[in-house]
């Protein structure tokens, strides 16, 4: 249901620069490969002109998440960040573009069907990062990720023609990604002056003490390392939702979108097992393990096409916080057999 979410750091080795996505012949699927490890690992097991689209897909996403690491102002051929932000808004909107993936996704979307909408809340989304980030509350936190994440989680399923009524897992799916991500990121991004951790559930001056000294204050550790796992529970809340819909999802492409949720979510294992850790260095996730859990997300997709599946309810309270997005719930019919 989502195939990109936005990460703070990139991933290690060779990451190509702004102006190289936007500007230069980069194949997206080589962005993919080397920028989308998780993604890229899932993708395998997708047909591969759906492989193909979703790479597209990634690659205009990671080139609009990158504008937000620019300059203020240029300093290459490319402009400052507000420049290509206005630049890739203005060609999707039909203005000639000098960017080839803008011009590969926009004739995706147009053959596919995807509202453009989703991809201007992508960009504001991204906008909201180019300068100091204090995350206030956890509504802030959760429109965060709706607009930076589960937007792609959208646009991926008109490109997999997946029945609206999977839209709301799709969401979900996206913002316990996103949140797993700031989880992952929260050092990095503090150095960066980002801090999505919401100031109602940790202080932020605490929070960059904690990270730049060899701190002794145990009420503040914990403090930080509290508000960590408490985002780690909101990220399965909605994992737990996005686990109810995967039935939406075209059987051909279920296992590898299931693979990348599980791998995901693993991450935040990772963190649990040593919180104080996760804060002082990037966690990831081993290679045998993601090969172990794609075999059975696999599985789990096969099964879920037998008799009683999981039930297709959506959990509303999830979306409160998207209301003023004028993100409104979706109608979603019980299975035969089940009343709501």
Same mark, same amino acid.
């Given at each position: 249901?989502? =195939?990109?979410?936005?990460?703070?750091?990139?991933?290690?080795?060779?990451?190509?620069?702004?102006?190289?996505? *936007?500007?230069?012949?980069?194949?997206?699927?080589?962005?993919?490969?080397?920028?989308?490890?998780?993604?890229?690992?899932?993708?395998?097991? *997708?047909?591969?002109?759906?492989?193909?689209?979703?790479?597209?897909?990634?690659?205009?996403?990671?080139?609009?998440?990158?504008?937000?690491?620019?300059?203020?102002?240029?300093?290459?051929?490319?402009?400052?960040?507000?420049?290509?932000?206005?630049?890739?808004?203005?060609?999707?909107?039909?203005?000639?573009?000098?960017?080839?993936?803008?011009?590969?996704?926009?004739?995706?979307?147009?053959?596919?069907?995807?509202?453009?909408?989703?991809?201007?809340?992508?960009?504001?989304?991204?906008?909201?990062?180019?300068?100091?980030?204090?995350?206030?509350?956890?509504?802030?936190?959760?429109?965060?990720?709706?607009?930076?994440?589960?937007?792609?989680?959208?646009?991926?399923?008109?490109?997999?023609?997946?029945?609206?009524?999977?839209?709301?897992?799709?969401?979900?799916?996206?913002?316990?990604?996103?949140?797993? !991500?700031?989880?992952?990121?929260?050092?990095?991004?503090?150095? !960066? @002056?980002?801090?999505?951790?919401?100031?109602?559930?940790?202080?932020?001056?605490?929070?960059?003490?904690?990270?730049?000294?060899?701190?002794?204050?145990?009420?503040?550790?914990?403090?930080?390392?509290?508000?960590?796992?408490? *985002?780690?529970?909101? /990220?399965?809340?909605?994992?737990?939702?996005?686990?109810?819909?995967? @039935?939406?999802?075209? =059987?051909?492409?279920?296992?590898?979108?299931?693979? /990348?949720?599980?791998?995901?979510?693993?991450?935040?294992?990772?963190?649990?097992?040593?919180?104080? /850790?996760?804060?002082?260095?990037?966690?990831?996730?081993?290679?045998?393990?993601?090969?172990?859990?794609?075999?059975?997300?696999?599985?789990?997709?096969?099964?879920?096409?037998?008799?009683?599946?999981?039930?297709?309810? @959506?959990?509303? =309270?999830?979306?409160?916080?998207?209301?003023?997005?004028?993100?409104?719930?979706?109608?979603?019919?019980?299975?035969?057999?089940? =009343?709501?």
């Amino acid at each position: 249901m989502t =195939t990109a979410t936005r990460s703070r750091t990139k991933a290690p080795g060779w990451h190509p620069s702004v102006e190289e996505q *936007l500007f230069g012949s980069i194949d997206p699927e080589a962005v993919l490969r080397r920028c989308g490890r998780t993604f890229y690992a899932a993708s395998r097991v *997708l047909p591969s002109r759906v492989r193909r689209d979703l790479a597209v897909l990634y690659a205009f996403c990671r080139a609009v998440d990158d504008c937000a690491d620019q300059p203020s102002t240029p300093h290459r051929a490319g402009g400052g960040r507000e420049a290509l932000l206005v630049e890739i808004q203005s060609a999707l909107e039909g203005q000639s573009s000098r960017s080839p993936i803008v011009s590969a996704f926009r004739e995706l979307a147009e053959a596919k069907r995807v509202p453009l909408a989703h991809a201007y809340e992508l960009i504001e989304g991204v906008r909201s990062d180019t300068g100091r980030v204090r995350m206030a509350t956890s509504v802030d936190l959760v429109q965060y990720a709706y607009r930076v994440a589960s937007t792609v989680g959208l646009m991926m399923c008109r490109i997999l023609e997946v029945d609206q009524e999977g839209d709301p897992f799709a969401i979900d799916l996206g913002i316990g990604m996103q949140l797993t !991500n700031i989880a992952r990121d929260v050092a990095e991004d503090a150095f !960066n @002056h980002r801090v999505y951790l919401p100031a109602e559930w940790v202080d932020h001056d605490a929070l960059l003490r904690y990270l730049t000294t060899d701190t002794t204050d145990r009420s503040a550790v914990s403090d930080v390392e509290a508000a960590v796992e408490r *985002l780690l529970r909101l /990220a399965d809340a909605y994992y737990d939702s996005a686990e109810l819909g995967m @039935h939406f999802l075209p =059987t051909r492409v279920r296992g590898g979108i299931r693979s /990348a949720a599980w791998n995901y979510r693993t991450i935040g294992t990772v963190i649990r097992r040593d919180p104080h /850790a996760a804060l002082h260095s990037r966690v990831s996730t081993r290679a045998m393990g993601k090969v172990v859990r794609t075999g059975a997300a696999l599985w789990a997709s096969v099964l879920e096409s037998l008799p009683l599946g999981p039930a297709d309810m @959506h959990d509303t =309270t999830l979306h409160t916080a998207l209301a003023p997005l004028g993100v409104r719930p979706l109608a979603v019919s019980a299975p035969a057999g089940r =009343t709501p």
